[in-house]
C-alpha cells in the first residue's frame, strides 16, 4: 500500500504576502506532497471561499487552513473566529502562520483550537516540518475513513 494519498489534499494558504506564498509553494514541491493549493490574499475572500459564496459556490472544502494573521481587511483572527463557530468548518485543522509575537494572539488562537502556531519568518525547515505533518494528518484521517 502506497503511503500518498489517493487524492490530493486541499489547501487553503490565506497570506497576503508574495514572498510567504512562493515559499510555501516550494516547500510542498520539495517534499513532493499531493495537493492543491488554493492562496487567498486577504480574510473576506477566505471567508467567501470557505462559506462557498459567488465564484466560490462549487469550491472543494479544504482539508487544512494555513492561516496568517495580519492581513489587510478583515484579518485572520476574524477568519479564525468565524471557522471555530461554523459547526461544518470548525472540523477543519487550521495552522496559524504569522509575524505576530503578541502573547494575547497565541493565546486566543488556542482557545480557538489552533492546531500549530508557527511564528514567522518560517524558514524552510521549519515550513517543511508543518507539511509532514499535514501530509501524515491526510494519510492517517484517509485511512480511517470507511470504504463503500
Given at each position: ?76 483572527r476574524t477568519v479564525l473566529e468565524a471557522v471555530h ?14 509575524s505576530s509575537t503578541a502573547e494575547e494572539d497565541f ?24 507539511v509532514r505533518r499535514i501530509e501524515a494528518f491526510h ?10
Amino acid at each position: 500500500m502506497s503511503s500518498e494519498p489517493a487524492v490530493p489534499i486541499e489547501i487553503l494558504l490565506v497570506e497576503d504576502d508574495p514572498g510567504d506564498v512562493l515559499i510555501t509553494r516550494e516547500a510542498f514541491a520539495e517534499h513532493k506532497v499531493r495537493n492543491r493549493l488554493t492562496v487567498c490574499a486577504d480574510g473576506a475572500e477566505a471567508l467567501r471561499l470557505l462559506r462557498r459564496v459567488g465564484r466560490y459556490a462549487a469550491a472543494p472544502r479544504p482539508d487544512i487552513i494555513l492561516l496568517d494573521l495580519n492581513l489587510p481587511g478583515v484579518d485572520g483572527r476574524t477568519v479564525l473566529e468565524a471557522v471555530h463557530a461554523d459547526p461544518d468548518l470548525s472540523r477543519i485543522p487550521v495552522v496559524v502562520l504569522t509575524s505576530s509575537t503578541a502573547e494575547e494572539d497565541f493565546l486566543r488562537s488556542s482557545e480557538l483550537q489552533v492546531d500549530t502556531y508557527i511564528a514567522k519568518p518560517v524558514d524552510f525547515a521549519g515550513l517543511m516540518h508543518v507539511v509532514r505533518r499535514i501530509e501524515a494528518f491526510h494519510i492517517s484521517v484517509e485511512r480511517s475513513v470507511p470504504r463503500p
